[in-house]
């Protein structure tokens, strides 16, 4: 994390930010996102100026390394914590302007939530199909409708055959199944999932994946799955990686049909570019082109170039022909 950080230039800048427009036709809406905790005398910047768009029906992984900000940005989402500034809006509820009636509403009929810890999505002493009933009971759904749609998830991620199965008769994978189908219980727009493969093996968690991609299918809903699991970036179409509390950088993976028939899988990755133009520089190309404070940026037709400042061959002819006349 940067040292020469100014909180008031950051907080000013979050502030001043014009907030319409920008997303409208995106089901997530982040801009110029910004969280600071404050532990004692001491203020960590855990989000500074986080943008994020994502539409409807989307199925993105946030990944980055443990303390770049994925399990702060997915509470804020959540509806759990409060942005210290900038603006977020998920399916139209304005997350940093919300009462606390908005706020329950969100919680329970917009949002579906599954965590890395088994233990808390589930109730222990209910089966499998009373915890998916529940979060409907809340809603007063009628007991004939939410019985019906709880059987439904539960087939749909695996387990129609376990509906009476109580957590703890349950492997850990099934346990995150269950999960899913709590958190689509009321048809949420988006499910947010921190880790939810966190404490399970490597086959189990492509399971997972693949349950979550199916649901995005089925049910038209926008699944964010934030993970510091590599792998993640087969199962879905796009993945942005969160480094410092910004987003960094974009994969984004295709399949096409190439002439022989066969499916070819195309990933490839772009650097973010903020509302404003700025970008941030993988770090191994910082570190190997021995990057500091500044740098020169040339533009040509088609593309621009970085180099280095202390390199005298990449300085513009004009500038050297300038300081030779002028000696
Ligand atoms: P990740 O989920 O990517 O591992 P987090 O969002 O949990 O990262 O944390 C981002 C940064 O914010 C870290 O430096 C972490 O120590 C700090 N942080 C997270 N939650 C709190 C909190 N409740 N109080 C103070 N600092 C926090
Ligand atoms: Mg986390």
Request: proline share 0%; hydrophobic share 50%.
């Given at each position: 994390m940067s040292e020469s950080l100014d909180f008031q230039e950051l907080r000013e800048r979050a502030a001043t930010t014009e907030r319409i427009a920008y997303g409208i036709d995106s089901v997530i809406a982040c801009d110029n996102l910004v969280k600071i905790y404050k532990v004692a005398?001491?203020?960590?910047?855990?989000?500074?100026?986080?943008?994020?768009?994502?539409?409807?029906?989307?199925?993105?992984?946030?990944?980055?390394?443990?303390?770049?900000?994925?399990?702060t940005l997915l509470n804020i989402l959540g509806g759990l914590d409060v942005p210290s500034a900038g603006a977020a809006a998920v399916a139209g509820y304005d997350l940093l302007n919300m009462s606390s009636e908005d706020r329950t509403r969100y919680r329970r009929q917009v949002i579906g939530f599954v965590w890395q810890q088994t233990a808390r999505n589930l109730l222990p002493y209910l089966s499998a199909q009373e915890n998916v009933e529940l979060p409907m009971i809340l809603e007063g759904t009628p007991r004939g409708i939410r019985h019906a749609r709880a059987t439904e998830l539960l087939e749909l991620v695996g387990l129609g055959d376990r509906t009476d199965h109580r957590p703890e008769q349950l492997s850990g994978g099934e346990q995150q199944r269950v999960a899913i189908a709590v958190s689509l219980a009321n048809a949420p727009s988006v499910i947010f999932a921190d880790e939810p493969t966190g404490e399970l093996d490597t086959a189990t968690s492509s399971e997972i994946f693949e349950v979550l991609r199916t649901v995005n299918q089925d049910q038209g809903v926008t699944v964010v799955v934030v993970t510091h699991d590599p792998l993640v970036s087969e199962h879905v179409n796009r993945t942005v990686a969160i480094r410092d509390g910004r987003t960094s950088t974009e994969t984004l993976r295709r399949t096409e049909i190439d002439e022989a028939g066969e499916t070819q899988t195309y990933a490839e990755e772009f650097v973010v570019l903020d509302r404003v133009g700025r970008l941030q520089l993988p770090e191994h190309y910082v570190d190997s082109l021995e990057l500091k404070r500044r740098v020169r940026l040339t533009l040509d037709d088609d593309h621009a170039n970085v180099w280095p400042d202390t390199d005298e061959r990449y300085r513009p002819a004009r500038e050297r022909e300038t300081e030779e006349v002028g000696e």
């Open positions: 005398e001491l203020e960590v910047v855990a989000l500074q100026g986080l943008d994020l768009l994502v539409d409807q029906g989307e199925f993105i992984a946030i990944v980055g390394a443990s303390g770049s900000g994925k399990s």
